[in-house]
T-cell receptor, first 116, second 114 residues
Framework: AQSVAQPEDQVNVAEGNPLTVKCTYS??????LFWYVQYPNRGLQFLLK??????LVKGSYGFEAEFNKSQTSFHLKKPSALVSDSALYFC??????????????FGSGTQLTVLP | DTEVTQTPKHLVMGMTNKKSLKCEQH?????MYWYKQKAKKPPELMFV???????INESVPSRFSPECPNSSLLNLHLHALQPEDSALYLC?????????????FGDGTRLSIL
């Protein structure tokens, strides 16, 4: 079985400060990990992914995420938050070795609010 | 701009109506998905099409009927829906079902059942 947890329903951060949105996962084999963002009245927008290779992954809009195998985590980070980053963020996982057998499992989502 | 186009953006229908949601992608993707999303919740997978064939049905009630006329189009036919079916319906596509490439989502159809 595969699962993903986002322990914080809500994260508030001041504009210009660094932000972190947390994600932990559980899979039997190697994970494929993804971050998506959803703005109001929009679909999910892909930010970045980890498949293999460097543990630090850089994505769109200045976001990055660090894959930590020992802690089974894939936290999303940004050095300096913008008000426009305020949105709903989803972490997702799929077991990489499962071929087409498994679909994406999404976390419960974290609402990020960046305060001006 | 999203590469997956969904129409209509909004739909209000009565419980006895029949309507269809449409989704189109021109990225050459061979897997297409329907998701249901309630407010502030993660998307819930409904159906997966792979190479135009239905490969996953997540125990969705028969009042939802998917159709994949060709590799670029995906429809969701609706009939006799219930108020609890009111939600955002998202279409997505990916290179194929087993790919490590991300799914690309449309902006959804917001469905309200009266």
């Amino acid at each position: 079985a595969q699962s993903v947890a986002q322990p914080e329903d809500q994260v508030n951060v001041a504009e210009g400060n660094p932000l972190t949105v947390k994600c932990t996962y559980s899979v039997s084999g190697n994970p494929y990990l993804f971050w998506y963002v959803q703005y109001p009245n929009r679909g999910l927008q892909f930010l970045l992914k980890y498949i293999t290779g460097d543990n630090l992954v850089k994505g769109s809009y200045g976001f990055e995420a660090e894959f930590n195998k020992s802690q089974t985590s894939f936290h999303l980070k940004k050095p300096s938050a913008l008000v426009s980053d305020s949105a709903l963020y989803f972490c997702a996982v799929r077991e990489g070795s499962s071929g087409s057998a498994r679909q994406l499992t999404f976390g419960s989502g974290t609402q990020l609010t960046v305060l001006p | 701009d999203t590469e997956v186009t969904q129409t209509p953006k909004h739909l209000v229908m009565g419980m006895t109506n029949k309507k269809s949601l449409k989704c189109e992608q021109h990225m050459g993707h061979r897997a297409m998905y329907w998701y249901k999303q309630k407010a502030k919740k993660p998307p819930e997978l409904m159906f997966v099409y792979s190479y135009e064939k239905l490969s996953i049905n997540e125990s969705v009630p028969s009042r939802f009927s998917p159709e994949c006329p060709n590799s670029s189009l995906l429809n969701l036919h609706l009939h006799a829906l219930q108020p609890e079916d009111s939600a955002l319906y998202l279409c997505a596509s990916s290179q194929d079902r087993g790919s490590n490439q991300p799914q690309h989502f449309g902006d959804g159809t917001r469905l309200s059942i009266l």
